[in-house]
């Protein structure tokens, strides 16, 4: 992939480490090799286990831990390329999120702005429709409508789903929905920018120290040279 982003200059590279119980005595670890090892990649996805997880314990963390990186995290993030808007506004969005999902574990109301159904959809790949991960119910084959999106979110069986998710108040913390409600609170608009100028002041200070002592090495080897000459 690394050499795929030499010829196509669109393609970005991100890992994605999920947080659980079993490795959540080691992801700090795990995040210094990505960065020492893993230097092509454009970004980190942090995020926590969610869904129908093989083993019921894997959703047993410790949350005070994982808040504690996002924070790390939310002071070291950097970009490459400050000019690449995409990557800014999603790191500068994960960062509202996870603020976003402390509320949410506390009040348990994520139902109110749920997008699962709405603006969220998991599509596998027989065409079978899941509005959402965690719960992984079926309403249909996307072939039911004839591959029309909007079809299908009009549908009554999506519809009844909705009705389910807001009569049952049901709350999680699937990240990828509460990113979208985000997107589609203009409340947070303002926090989301200034997270996004955030990163990119701390790319630009980044930058000139690196440039910094780049030229300050150089200096140094040049001083040697000449005591070697003299």
Known sequence: LARLK???KNLRVKACVVYSHYNQDYIEDLFGILDRDFKELDRIIFSIVHGTAYQLEAKSVDYNRYFKICQKIQEEATV????DWHTVFTMALRIVKNDYLKDVLKNKDFYKQCGAGKRVLVINEQGKIFPCEPLWHSIGNLKE???DVNRLLKSKSMQSFQKKIACEQCTCDWGLPMSTALIYSPRYYPRIVSEMARIIWRSLHQKVKY???????NEKEKELDVCHLN
């Not at 490459?80 to 000019?83: G, L």
């Open 80 to 83: 490459r390329n400050i000019f």
């Open 211 to 217: 440039e910094k002592t780049f030229v300050d090495i």
């Open 145 to 147: 409508f004839d591959y």
């Open 6 to 8: 030499q010829r196509y």
